[in-house]
């Protein structure tokens, strides 16, 4: 038995080198990189959210060309799709503070003032994404409350009519949207409201027959606070 022991160590001493020889070599594998996740954002799903601005009358307004605060809430759906795009629908409403315009006097010491405190509109919404950022173009219906005109002579309220109330007319406007944080987006957006033109069909002299435009120019920043899907979500490796 001892001499069996002795041999077969013999034996391994002398193959071992040569068993080592055959085997292949040992290759080295680099690891591979770390590749951080992309993150999707996702821009589908309900929102509302609040803004304040200022409202600016256009050219041959009653309003007066000074600016006015406005405040207000808002809310809305989007959908992106393929993958890039987002179309959605929202509805807006608008207080404006009082500007205290002085309205137009004419020669005969007519003057006629015009106060609109409300706005609000219901338009669609087509923009284009890139990450966390929302250009879009908007458009629709919109709403004010009644015309408060007001005619004074001298001083002295007098009577009059017009050929209309224009609560009703139009809106359209664009953007920039951009999500800070998860369900939260923030936005610039500039909007142009045309409730066409008034003319006064009596009153003192002076005025019958004068014609003027019903529009407002606002800028507003706002936040919006997305529901469920709307958000950074994890994404592509």
Do not use: C
Request: glycine letters at 16%; aromatic letters at 16%.
């Amino acid at each position: 038995m001892k001499g069996f022991l002795l041999g077969a160590g013999a034996f391994l001493a002398f193959a071992a080198p040569a068993l080592a020889a055959d085997m292949p070599a040992r290759t080295y594998t680099k690891a591979p990189a770390y590749t951080a996740p992309q993150v999707v954002y996702n821009w589908t799903g309900f929102y509302i959210g609040g803004h304040v601005g200022g409202a600016f009358a256009g050219n041959n307004s009653l309003e007066g060309s000074s600016a006015r605060l406005m405040g207000g809430v808002q809310g809305g759906f989007d959908y992106q799709f393929a993958p890039n795009w987002v179309v959605g629908a929202e509805a807006q409403y608008s207080w404006l503070s009082n500007n205290n315009n002085n309205g137009v006097l004419f020669p005969d010491g007519t003057r006629i003032t015009d106060k609109n405190n409300q706005l609000g509109s219901a338009t669609g919404r087509f923009g284009y994404t890139w990450g966390p950022a929302l250009l879009y173009a908007k458009g629709g219906y919109a709403w004010r409350d009644s015309n408060n005109f007001g005619v004074t002579t001298a001083g002295v309220p007098v009577g009059f009519t017009t050929n209309g109330n224009h609560r009703d007319g139009y809106t359209v406007g664009t953007g920039l949207e951009y999500m800070f944080a998860p369900n939260w987006s923030a936005k610039a957006e500039y909007q142009y409201y045309n409730f066409g033109t008034t003319t006064f069909t009596s009153g003192p002299a002076a005025i019958v027959g004068s014609r003027f435009r019903d529009d407002d120019h606002t800028v507003k920043l706002g936040v919006n606070y997305r529901f469920g899907w709307g958000g950074p979500v994890a994404g592509k490796y």
